[in-house]
């Protein structure tokens, strides 16, 4: 079993930032595929971000979102985390952290194995 464990969302302004964490526990070596998801209200669960935790290769889903936000993970810790800058307000979401076992890129939430309980993100105009 993982144990993801979200912090760092919260109410910020139009152009400003955030730093979403992802603290990991229990089986983490087990893990192959780390991702952020953000849910807003009435909307599906959409992919964010993702990285392997072993080489760090990274995928954005979204080019609105690409030079923006940065996801990065420190293995020692073992923590995912989410920079977001210049944030606009329909960034406003939930935003979850998932990990995945398989190996295997994946985009589709039912595809991840683990998921924290999800942190939220509000920007105002």
């Known amino acids: 079993q993982v144990q993801l464990v979200e912090s760092g969302g919260g109410l910020v302004q139009a152009g400003g930032s955030l730093r979403l964490s992802c603290a990991a526990s229990?089986?983490?070596?087990?893990?192959?595929?780390m991702a952020w998801f953000r849910q807003a209200p009435g909307k599906e669960r959409e992919l964010v971000a993702t990285?392997?935790?072993?080489?760090?290769?990274?995928?954005y889903a979204d080019s609105s979102v690409k030079g923006r936000f940065t996801i990065s993970r420190d293995n020692a810790k073992p923590t995912v985390y989410l920079q977001m800058n210049n944030l606009k307000p329909e960034d406003t979401a939930v935003y979850y952290c998932?990990?995945?076992?398989?190996?295997?890129?994946?985009?589709?939430?039912?595809?991840?194995?683990?998921w924290g309980q999800g942190t939220q993100v509000t920007v105002s105009s």
């Open positions: 998932a990990a995945r076992r398989s190996t295997g890129f994946r985009v589709a939430a039912r595809d991840y194995d683990y």
């Open positions: 229990g089986r983490t070596f087990s893990m192959y595929l």
């Open positions: 990285i392997t935790w072993s080489a760090g290769t990274t995928y």
